[in-house]
Antibody, heavy 122, light 108 residues
Framework: QVRLQQWGAGLLKPSETLSLTCTVY????????WTWIRQPPGKGLEWIGE???????NCNPSLESRVSMSVDTAKSQFSLRVSSVTVADTALYYC????????????????WGQGALVSVSS | DIQMTQSPSSLSASVGDRVTITCQAS??????VNWYQQKPGEAPKVLIY???NLQTGVPSRFSGSGSGIDFTFTISGLQPEDVATYYC??????????FGGGTKVQLK
């Protein structure tokens, strides 16, 4: 069974950099898109971006200038960094998986981490 | 970006009622729409993929339909455990993957 466990800094000040890491247990790390999604308190879901095990990324254009993602296949980990955070970046951040087969990738997210709350406040 | 307009934003229904949620895409996306259920304090869970396919293990009272621009999600016989927020999602053109605004389903 695939399980995603995430951790990272919970309280940040404006202009600091958010950093989160997700470790994948079970299943194959290679061959899937590893995804970040966030949810502001009481609000809906926003896709941040995704990274393939090769390092290829897709990113939400609204966040692209501040977002960087990386993978460490040896550790089955992937990471997110968001620079110059503001109060608007306060959210529950989920790591997740968009599964792929050798020939195609799903359009949906099938595995999620538990979420990590990141608060930005001066 | 493709926008997903979901309605209603909330609804109240009785146990056993048929519940319908709609999602309209800002352009033709074929059948690349998925539906999620999110219970309080939990991560979302996919129920329907590719507009009308039931994810393994999901009760058959959940269903989806539609193609092109207009999509519908139905619970045929609401149960107490179905109280949750439901989201549509598209990824026909990448990036970005986008979600509808959500529909909060409560018991009357």
């Amino acid at each position: 069974q695939v399980r995603l466990q995430q951790w990272g800094a919970g309280l940040l000040k404006p202009s600091e950099t958010l950093s989160l890491t997700c470790t994948v247990y079970g299943g194959s790390f290679n061959g899937h898109y590893w995804t970040w999604i966030r949810q502001p308190p009481g609000k809906g879901l926003e896709w941040i971006g995704e990274i393939f095990h090769t390092g290829t990324t897709n990113c939400n254009p609204s966040l692209e200038s501040r977002v960087s993602m990386s993978v460490d296949t040896a550790k089955s980990q992937f990471s997110l960094r968001v620079s110059s955070v503001t109060v608007a970046d306060t959210a529950l951040y989920y790591c997740a998986r968009r599964s792929c087969s050798p020939t195609t990738c799903n359009t949906w997210i099938d595995y999620w981490g538990q979420g990590a709350l990141v608060s930005v406040s001066s | 970006d493709i926008q997903m307009t979901q309605s209603p934003s909330s609804l109240s229904a009785s146990v056993g009622d048929r519940v319908t949620i709609t999602c309209q895409a800002s352009q033709d996306i074929g059948t690349d729409v998925n539906w999620y259920q999110q219970k309080p304090g939990e991560a979302p869970k996919v129920l329907i993929y590719d507009a009308s396919n039931l994810q393994t293990g999901v009760p058959s009272r959940f269903s989806g339909s539609g193609s092109g621009i207009d999509f519908t999600f139905t619970i045929s016989g609401l149960q107490p455990e179905d109280v949750a927020t439901y989201y549509c999602q598209q990824y026909e053109n990448l990036p970005p993957l986008t979600f509808g605004g959500g529909t909060k389903v409560q018991l009357k």
